[in-house]
Antibody
Framework: EVQLVESGGGLVQPGRSLKLSCAASGFTFSDYNMAWVRQAPKKGLEWVATISYDGSSTYYRDSVKGRFTISRDNAKSTLYLQMDSLRSEDTATYYC??????WGQGTLVTVSS | DVVMTQTPVSLPVSLGGQASISCRSSQSLVHSNGNTYLHWYLQKPGQSPQLLIYRVSNRFSGVPDRFSGSGSGTDFTLKISRVEPEDLGDYYCLQSTHFPWTFGGGTKLELK
């Protein structure tokens, strides 16, 4: 069974950093592109970033480019999202996704002073 | 960026009835490899989105055949026949042909 478990969310002040993790199991992690998608409270879905199966290619939405870094450790079957210079508009539940098919339960990030 | 226009925003239905949701893209979703990466999701309250239909018309594992997807190019439709209580929630389309991936604004399927 495919499982994706996010962690690392919490309350953080504007301008600070946070690193999210997504532990994957139930499939060969190194075979799949992975993504982060977020959802602000009571709002729709917004793609954040994608990383290729081997980590050689990364893609970001413009609003996070230069502030967020997606990475992966295939030996640990873990996906990461390093978030720097956080803004209030980054407040959202962040979901880890295997391609566009399987999603985790999400981790809430709140950026507030 | 590809804009996904999803309609309607709200869709009141009766149990056992039929529902239809439209998603239109601002440019063709046909990838250079010939595939069309248009997918449909249902998000139930308090849950993460679950994939219903992938690449326009393919039902994901475990999805009942009451759900069907169709369309091509820039115009896509999700149909739900014989609506059941567990079908209620927010529906989203997603295009992953072009970066950045973009979602439709969502459709709330609710009881009439």
């Amino acid at each position: 069974e495919v499982q994706l478990v996010e962690s690392g969310g919490g309350l953080v002040q504007p301008g600070r950093s946070l690193k999210l993790s997504c532990a994957a199991s139930g499939f060969t992690f190194s075979d799949y592109n992975m993504a982060w998608v977020r959802q602000a409270p009571k709002k729709g879905l917004e793609w954040v970033a994608t990383i290729s199966y081997d980590g050689s290619s990364t893609y970001y939405r413009d609003s996070v480019k230069g502030r967020f870094t997606i990475s992966r450790d295939n030996a640990k079957s873990t996906l990461y999202l390093q978030m720097d210079s956080l803004r209030s508009e980054d407040t959202a539940t962040y979901y880890c996704a295997r391609g566009s098919a399987y999603w985790g339960q999400g981790t809430l990030v709140t950026v507030s002073s | 960026d590809v804009v996904m226009t999803q309609t309607p925003v709200s869709l009141p239905v009766s149990l056992g009835g039929q529902a239809s949701i439209s998603c239109r893209s601002s440019q063709s979703l046909v990838h250079s490899n010939g595939n069309t990466y248009l997918h449909w999701y249902l998000q139930k309250p308090g849950q993460s989105p679950q994939l219903l239909i992938y690449r326009v018309s393919n039902r994901f594992s475990g999805v009942p055949d009451r759900f069907s997807g169709s369309g091509s190019g820039t115009d896509f439709t999700l149909k739900i026949s014989r609506v059941e209580p567990e079908d209620l929630g927010d529906y989203y389309c997603l295009q992953s042909t072009h970066f950045p991936w973009t979602f439709g604004g969502g459709t709330k399927l609710e009881l009439k």
